[in-house]
C-alpha cells in the first residue's frame, strides 16, 4: 500500500458556510435556584450528548453549583479497543489548565516572601537574553514577547518521544530567538514562559517542579490522583488517548514527552480531584483572597496569572483549559454564584469551552444552541475534472470530492482520508473551516492570507469585512449585525472550530484586505491548543503574495509549502 497525500487547492472562492447548529431554548429566565435539580441534570445531560454526537466529547463531566455536585457522568471510551467506558474515577492528562498550578505556586512562593512577580528573569536565570527587562508578570500573564517552542521543528519531533532533555536543552528551542514584541506590550499565549516558571520555582524552592507543587497544593488538597508523567502512570483508571473516536473509526494518541512540555502541560488529574483545586481556590486554602484576586485580575487580553478572565450572562468567569493530541480539559469557575464546571477529556476536541458555557447557559435559564450531527452527503455523478482550477466552491463540495477520491483511492493502492487542504484567500478560510471540523479526513492545512473569524475589533474595522459582508450573510443565512454578532457567524470562523490538524500559515503584514491580526490571532489561538503549527508573517507583503512578489515566491512561500507537505 502506497500512502501519500492528496492536495486540495481552493483558490478565491466566494464563502459558503455551513453551520449545524439548532436554537434550543432553555427554561424560562426565572431564578435558577428555584429549578428542579432533576430538570437541571437532564439538560446537562442532553448539553453533552449533543457533543458526544458530533464526536466531540468523550470523558468525565463535573458541575457544582451552590455548595454542592449536582451533575458527575461519564460519557465515551476510556479504551475503546477493549469496549472499556469512560468512568468518573477516570485519569486524564490536563495539558495547558497545568498553568493554573505553575501560577499558584508562584502566587504562593510571592506570599512567603520568597520571589516577586516584579523580579527580572535574570535574578534566576542570569544569562537569559533580556531577562532584566522580562519579568516574573510577564511570564504569568503572556505578555513576555518569548518565541513559542511549538514552531521549532526539533522541539515538536522530540514532544513525541521519550527521550529525555535536560533544562539546557529545553531553553534553547526558544533562548536565542528573537522576541516576537517588547515585553509588557502585547498579549500572546505561548508555552516559553511557563516553562521558565517551572525553572524560576525550582531555582527558589530548591525542589523539582513535581515535588514543589506535592508541597505547595497537592498535598495539603489531598488531590492523590493527580501527577505529571503520563506516560509512567500506572492504573486501571487510565484513559487512553485518542486523536479521534467516533463509533466507527479510532485512532490513538501518543503522549506528549512530560519532560517537553514540562510546566506548561504535563499534569493529570481527575474530575473529583479537579473539584478538591476548586475548593482550595475558592475557599483561600492555598493563597489569600488578596492574593487570589489579584491573580484573576486581567492583565492583557482578559488573562490573569494563569487564568483566562470572561464576562458571561453578566457574570465574571475564571476559567482555563488544555488542548493536546489525545487530551482535552476545560475549568470554569463563577466566583458569584459557587458554580464550577470541569469537563474532561481523552479526545481532541476545541469543543469543551463551549460546552462548558453552555451547561452555564442552561443553569442560569439562558438561550442557548446545541450541536447537530452533519448529514451525510449523496454523490451524484461528480467527476474529478470539475475540481481542476479555482471553483465557486462549499464544505458539502470539498466533503463529496473527498468521499469521491476515497472510493477511488483502494483501486489505486492509496490510502483513503489522507489529505492536504491548501486554500488562498477566502480558499484559505474555507480550508481551515472543513479542515478543522474533519480532522479524520486532512492531515494538514496550508492557509495563504486566510480570514479566520468574523468577530475580533480588527476583523470588523477591515476592508475585507466591509467587503464581503453581504455575500457571507446570505450564505450563512442571518443578517450580519457588526454590533452583535451571531453565534452562526462565529461557529462559521475557523478559530471557533479548532482541531488538531497542523496548519502552516502565511500573512502579510501590509495585508489590507485580511489584516495582520487575522494571522497573529491564529498563532496564538493554536499555540494555546497545543496544534502543531508554523506561522509565516511576511513583511512588506500584501494580501495573496504569490502573486505579487517571485521572491518571495521562490524563496519563502514554495520552500515552506514543500517542507510542510513532506514533513
Known amino acids: 500500500m502506497h500512502y501519500k497525500h492528496y492536495t486540495f487547492f481552493l483558490g ?3 464563502f459558503i458556510f455551513s ?6 431554548k432553555a427554561q424560562k429566565e426565572t431564578d435558577h435556584n428555584k429549578e428542579k435539580p432533576e430538570r437541571k441534570k437532564q439538560e446537562i445531560d442532553s448539553i453533552i450528548k449533543a457533543y458526544v454526537a458530533i464526536n466531540k466529547f468523550s470523558g468525565t463531566v463535573l458541575v ?5 455536585t449536582i451533575f458527575e457522568r461519564s460519557y465515551g471510551w476510556q479504551n475503546a479497543e477493549k469496549k472499556i467506558p469512560n468512568h468518573n474515577n477516570n485519569i486524564y492528562q490536563i495539558a495547558s489548565l497545568t498553568k493554573s498550578f505553575t501560577a499558584l505556586t508562584i502566587v504562593k512562593l510571592s506570599e512567603e516572601g520568597k520571589l516577586s512577580v516584579k523580579d527580572p528573569v535574570s535574578k534566576f536565570i542570569p544569562d537569559y537574553p533580556r531577562g532584566n527587562e522580562i519579568t516574573v508578570e510577564h511570564l504569568l500573564t503572556h505578555t513576555s514577547g518569548i518565541y513559542e517552542p511549538l514552531r521549532n521543528k526539533e522541539y515538536f519531533r522530540l514532544i513525541h518521544t521519550g527521550e529525555s532533555v535536560s ?11 528573537p522576541l516576537d514584541f517588547e515585553p509588557g506590550t502585547k498579549f500572546s499565549y505561548t508555552n516559553s514562559g511557563y516553562i521558565l516558571l517551572g525553572i524560576i520555582i525550582e531555582k527558589v524552592t530548591g525542589l523539582s517542579y513535581e515535588n514543589a507543587v506535592r508541597k505547595i497544593i497537592l498535598d495539603p488538597l489531598k488531590m492523590r490522583h493527580t501527577g505529571f508523567d503520563y506516560s509512567a502512570l500506572k492504573s486501571p483508571d487510565k484513559a487512553v488517548p485518542y486523536i479521534f473516536l467516533s463509533k466507527t473509526k479510532h485512532e490513538k494518541a501518543i503522549i506528549w514527552n512530560p519532560e517537553l512540555t514540562g510546566a506548561a502541560g504535563q499534569i ?6 479537579l473539584y478538591k483545586y476548586y475548593e482550595g481556590l475558592r475557599d483561600y486554602k492555598i493563597v489569600s483572597k488578596e492574593s487570589f484576586k489579584k491573580a484573576t485580575t486581567p492583565f492583557l487580553s482578559g488573562y490573569g496569572y494563569g487564568w483566562f478572565i470572561d464576562d458571561l450572562y453578566g457574570k465574571k468567569v475564571i476559567n482555563h483549559g488544555g488542548n493536546i493530541e489525545g487530551a482535552t480539559s476545560y475549568m470554569a469557575m463563577f466566583p458569584e454564584d459557587d458554580i464550577c464546571i470541569i469537563l474532561l477529556n481523552n479526545i481532541t476536541s476545541k469543543k469543551l469551552e463551549k460546552a462548558g458555557n453552555t451547561i452555564l447557559g442552561a443553569l442560569l435559564g439562558k438561550t442557548y444552541t446545541l450541536p447537530k450531527p452533519k448529514k451525510e452527503i449523496t454523490l451524484d455523478n461528480i467527476t474529478l475534472k470539475k475540481y481542476a482550477g479555482n471553483y465557486k466552491i462549499s464544505e458539502e463540495d470539498i ?8 472510493s477511488l483511492a483502494e483501486k489505486a493502492e492509496l490510502q483513503p482520508d489522507n489529505y492536504i487542504l491548501l486554500g488562498e484567500s477566502a480558499g484559505a478560510h474555507l480550508a481551515l473551516l472543513y479542515g478543522y471540523k474533519h480532522p479524520e479526513q486532512i492531515r494538514k492545512i496550508i492557509s495563504m492570507s486566510g480570514p479566520t473569524d468574523f468577530y475580533s475589533p480588527e476583523y470588523l474595522s477591515s476592508f475585507y469585512s466591509k467587503y464581503t459582508s453581504p455575500t457571507f450573510q446570505k450564505v450563512v ?10 453565534e452562526a457567524f462565529k461557529e462559521a470562523s475557523p478559530i471557533a472550530n479548532i482541531s488538531n490538524v497542523p ?7 501590509n495585508d489590507f484586505l485580511v489584516n495582520q491580526h487575522q494571522g497573529l490571532a491564529m498563532d496564538s489561538a493554536l499555540t494555546r491548543l497545543n496544534v502543531p503549527h508554523k506561522f509565516i508573517f511576511m513583511k512588506r507583503t500584501g494580501h495573496v503574495p504569490r502573486f505579487f512578489s517571485k521572491i518571495k515566491r521562490d524563496s519563502i512561500i514554495y520552500p515552506n509549502i514543500l517542507e510542510w507537505i513532506r514533513n
Do not use: M, V, W
Not at 496548519?503 to 503584514?509: A, R, V
Open 12 to 14: 478565491c472562492i466566494t
Open 477 to 486: 443565512g442571518t443578517k450580519f449585525d457588526r454590533k452583535n454578532i451571531s
Open 167 to 177: 533544562q539546557t536543552k529545553l531553553i534553547s528551542f526558544f533562548k536565542d530567538e
Open 64 to 68: 457544582h453549583n451552590q455548595n454542592k
Open 503 to 509: 496548519t502552516l500559515l502565511f500573512q502579510g503584514n
Open 268 to 273: 493529570y488529574s481527575t474530575a473529583e480531584d
Open 19 to 24: 453551520t449545524f447548529c439548532s436554537p434550543f
Open 399 to 406: 466533503g463529496a470530492a473527498i468521499k469521491k477520491f476515497n
